[in-house]
């Protein structure tokens, strides 16, 4: 599916506008951006690009150098369960435009800023072209091709301490396939995740709301020790999406040869 390694939201708004403003609490105005409907633009685009303008998350991405609102949902998720650790290892599935990848190269430690604390390693996967994030490695390949698992675990080069998952088909217009296809994304994710991980391990995963993903939380809450959903205050208050966290990896233990002899003649 070649729109299925890569972020289709969180785009980085950007520019500044004359507006009407309100009245805040410290007697300023707080302007809101207006945008006009260009020749040939549908109001729908008219509106996401105003709402993104006069997001907060937004104005406060590009003041702090993120390259999307995005990269919140993740330092606010991690401010909770606290996996981004100094030297931990991590894999961010559907990196683009690379906020997630800015986020866990600080707290892992990847530069090696953090003076007696281990240093981390981030490698970053998405369908779509990526800009270089200092600190990370970042492969430009679709996640759901029969070799992809092995190329990125070749790039990995070991365990991971954390896979991390912010992957989403291209928005059909319609809920109830949306939510099937982001299932599917992250049903991937956590089959790859649950090959990687080291004991103890971590995986953070994109859903949409739906009901559809009754299985794929039966089999997370076998090989994890705890599973959360979790609605970051950046993720949307109108939006379906959610995170999955499950924290404590537990991997199956290793089958000895014989295991299996004998079945046949139980009885």
């Known amino acids: 599916m070649a729109d299925g390694g890569g972020k289709r939201g969180g785009r980085p708004g950007g520019g500044r506008g004359a507006g009407g403003g309100k009245a805040t609490d410290g007697g300023r105005a707080a302007l809101h951006t207006r945008v006009k409907t260009a020749k040939g633009r549908k109001l729908s685009s008219t509106l996401w690009l105003q709402r993104q303008l006069n997001d907060p998350y937004v104005q406060r991405a590009n003041r702090e150098g993120f390259r999307s609102r995005a990269a919140y949902k993740l330092s606010e998720i991690d401010d909770r369960q606290r996996f981004l650790v100094p030297g931990a290892r991590v894999v961010d599935l559907g990196c683009a435009p690379g906020g997630w990848l800015q986020i ?51 790039a990995l080069a070991g365990p991971a301490d954390v896979v991390l998952s912010d992957m989403a088909a291209a928005s059909s217009g319609h809920r109830a396939t949306d939510h099937l296809r982001i299932i599917a994304l992250c049903e991937a994710a956590a089959l ?31 090989r994890f020790a705890t599973v959360a959903h979790v609605k970051p205050p950046a ?32 009885g």
């Open 235 to 266: 993720s949307r208050k109108d939006s379906a999406e959610m995170y999955v966290v499950a924290s404590g990896f537990r991997p199956e233990p290793a089958q000895t040869p014989g295991d299996d002899e004998g079945r046949d003649d139980e």
């Open 104 to 154: 866990a190269v600080a707290r892992v430690n990847a530069l090696g800023r953090k003076q007696g604390k281990a240093r981390g390693f981030v490698l970053g996967v998405d369908i779509q072209p990526v800009d270089h994030v200092e600190g990370a490695e970042i492969l430009e390949l679709d996640f759901l091709a029969d070799d992809a698992d092995q190329v990125v675990k070749d």
């Open 192 to 222: 790859f995740a649950c090959e990687v991980l080291n004991p103890g391990g971590t995986f953070v995963a994109k859903v949409l709301q739906g009901g559809a993903e009754n299985e794929l939380l039966a089999m997370l809450k076998r």
